[in-house]
C-alpha cells in the first residue's frame, strides 16, 4: 500500500500533476483564525467546544481553539469555525 | 452563490429541523450520517454530552438506523421551512380564507371608480357639469370597465351640453376619474348703446360703419379717444314731421395708418460678473412642506456671488404642492468689471432689445418701418418707427 502510493507520487512529479490533485489525500485549508476546511476527511473523532480530532487517509487532524462549530459536515468536506488556535498533524505516514 | 448558500436555500424548500443529539458517541451519529451522504450543519457542542445540528427532513428520517447503531438519543428541537409553514398555512384556514377574501375585495374595489375630479370649472358651471355627469353615467360607483367603454359618448355629450366649454376629457387614474375643461373664454357682447372712437392716434385709410354714423373719412388724422363712429341717429316721425335722437350700439371697422415709436437707450461702458475661483452646489430634497440637506459641494462663496436654483421634479402628486423634488442651488463666485463696448456690440444689444419690445406690441403688421441712431456722449440712443394698418375702432359710452 504504501509502495502504490509512493509510486502513484513519484509518477505525479515525474509529470509535474499538482500534488493537490492526488486523490484522496487530505486538504486543508485555514482561513485566518477563524475558520477551517478539511476536505477528504474520514469522521470525526473527537468533537469538543476546544478540540476537534478528524481522521484522514494519511493520520489525524487536531483542530484546537475556542467555542469551534462544525458549520458544515458531508461525506468528504468538513468545515469548523470558531477561534482557532492550534492546528497539529498526528501520526502521519 | 456559493455552494454553501445553494445548499441552505434547497434546505429551506425541503425542510429542515433542529435536532438536540444527547449520548456520549455524538461523532459516531455524526459519522454515520456524513459518511451515508447526509448533510449536516450548525453542529455545535452545548453541553458535555449534548450535541445541536441542523439537518433536512428526509435525513432525519434517515437518522433512525444511525440512532440505534450509536445508542444516542435524537429530538427535534425546532420545524423550518416551507413544508412546515405550508402545513401551518393550510391548517389555519379561516385565516388563509381571510386572506384571500382581503385581496380579492381590494382587486374588485379597485375596478370601481370612488372619486370624480373636475379640473376647470368653477361655480355654477362646476355643479352643473356634476349633475349632467351623473345624469350620464360618470359617478361614484360606476364599474371603470363601463366607464373606459362608454367615455367617448360621456365626453361628446357633456361637449354638447356644455357650449361655455371648449373641450370636456375624461381620463381614469386608478380609481380617480378626472375629467378637464377647458373653458371657452369669450368677449362681453356689449348690448347698451355705445358710440366708436379711437383706440390710437393714426390716419384713417378705411371706415366701413355696420350700425351708426361715420364722422370720419378716409385720409382725416385722428387723435386717440377721437369719435369714429356715433351710436346716435335722428329718425323723422311720420306723423308729426318731427325728428327724435335715437340712441344706438355702434359697430363697424375703423382701419387707419398707426405709428408706433420704441426708444433704446444703451451705454457704451457696463459692469460685467466674470466667475472666480469659489463655487458650492447644494442639493436638498423637499417632500411635501418638509425639506432636508443631502449633499453639499464646495463652501458657500462670501462677498458678491451669482445664486441659481433649479428644481427636478421626481414625484408630481396629485396636489401640486405634495410632490417631491430635487432642488439644486448654486453658488459662484464673480467679480464685476468695467467693460468698453465696441459699436457693433451696442448695435446688436439695441437692436434685440428694440426686437423683444416689438414683440410686445400684439397684433400688428408692421407694413414700413425707420431706424435712426443718436450718439448722446455716454450713450447710443435708437429710435426705432414701425408703421402699421389696423383697427383702431373702440367702444366706448355715450358722451
Not at chain 2, 323723422?236 to 363697424?252: C, K, L, N, Q
Request: aromatic share 8%.
Amino acid at each position: 500500500m504504501k509502495k502504490e502510493m509512493k509510486l502513484g507520487e513519484q509518477v505525479a512529479r515525474f509529470l509535474e500533476i499538482p500534488l493537490d490533485t492526488m486523490g484522496d489525500w487530505p486538504k486543508v485549508e485555514i482561513n485566518a483564525n477563524r475558520s477551517v476546511t478539511i476536505h477528504n476527511h474520514r469522521g470525526v473523532i473527537e468533537y469538543d467546544q476546544n478540540i476537534v480530532r478528524l481522521n484522514t487517509k494519511l493520520g489525524e487532524i487536531k483542530i484546537s481553539g475556542v467555542n469551534l462549530a462544525l458549520v458544515t459536515a458531508m461525506k468528504d468536506e468538513i468545515v469548523i469555525e470558531g477561534k482557532i488556535v492550534r492546528a497539529e498533524l498526528l501520526d502521519w505516514r | 452563490m456559493s455552494v454553501l448558500n445553494w445548499e441552505r436555500i434547497i434546505s429551506y424548500f425541503t425542510g429542515y429541523v433542529e435536532i438536540l443529539i444527547r449520548g456520549a458517541q455524538a461523532e459516531k451519529i455524526i459519522n454515520l450520517a456524513t459518511s451515508s451522504g447526509l448533510y449536516l450543519w450548525g453542529v455545535r457542542r452545548i453541553a458535555p454530552e449534548i450535541v445541536y445540528a441542523k439537518i433536512r427532513i428526509f435525513g432525519y428520517l434517515r437518522m433512525r438506523e444511525m440512532v440505534k447503531i450509536s445508542g444516542c438519543r435524537v429530538k427535534i428541537h425546532h420545524k423550518h421551512g416551507w413544508p412546515f409553514l405550508y402545513h401551518k398555512i393550510i391548517s389555519r384556514k379561516m385565516f388563509l380564507i381571510g386572506a384571500v377574501l382581503a385581496g380579492v375585495l381590494v382587486v374588485y374595489i379597485s375596478s370601481f371608480v370612488l372619486l370624480v375630479k373636475i379640473d376647470g370649472f368653477e361655480g355654477k358651471n362646476h355643479d352643473r357639469l356634476i349633475r349632467s355627469l351623473r345624469n350620464a353615467g360618470l359617478k361614484a360607483g360606476i364599474s371603470r370597465h363601463d366607464l373606459l367603454l362608454r367615455k367617448r359618448l360621456i365626453e361628446q355629450e357633456m361637449m354638447l351640453s356644455h357650449p361655455e366649454a371648449v373641450w370636456i376629457g375624461i381620463s381614469v387614474r386608478g380609481v380617480v376619474a378626472e375629467v378637464k375643461v377647458v373653458p371657452r373664454k369669450t368677449a362681453p357682447v356689449s348690448s347698451r348703446p355705445c358710440d366708436i372712437v379711437a383706440r390710437h392716434d393714426g390716419v384713417i385709410s378705411k371706415v366701413v360703419a355696420i350700425r351708426g354714423v361715420p364722422v370720419v373719412q378716409e385720409g382725416d388724422t385722428v387723435a386717440q379717444g377721437e369719435l369714429l363712429i356715433s351710436g346716435k341717429r335722428w329718425r323723422s316721425v311720420p306723423e308729426s314731421d318731427d325728428f327724435i335722437e335715437e340712441s344706438i350700439t355702434a359697430g363697424g371697422v375703423v382701419e387707419a395708418r398707426v405709428w408706433y415709436d420704441i426708444e433704446v437707450i444703451e451705454p457704451k461702458v457696463i459692469w460685467v460678473a466674470q466667475p472666480q475661483k469659489g463655487r458650492a452646489v447644494r442639493y436638498r430634497l423637499r417632500i411635501g412642506d418638509r425639506l432636508w440637506n443631502v449633499a453639499q459641494f464646495g463652501k458657500r462663496p462670501t462677498g458678491t456671488y451669482f445664486w441659481e436654483r433649479s428644481f427636478k421634479r421626481i414625484y408630481q402628486g396629485r396636489n401640486p404642492f405634495e410632490g417631491v423634488e430635487l432642488i439644486k442651488d448654486t453658488f459662484q463666485k464673480v467679480v464685476y468689471r468695467k467693460v468698453k463696448r465696441t459699436p457693433t456690440e451696442i448695435r446688436q444689444s439695441a437692436l434685440a432689445e428694440a426686437a423683444a419690445r416689438q414683440k410686445r406690441l400684439k397684433n400688428i403688421t408692421v407694413t414700413h418701418q425707420t431706424k435712426s441712431w443718436t450718439d448722446e456722449g455716454r450713450f447710443v440712443k435708437l429710435n426705432l418707427t414701425l408703421e402699421t394698418v389696423q383697427d383702431i375702432g373702440m367702444a366706448s359710452p355715450h358722451r
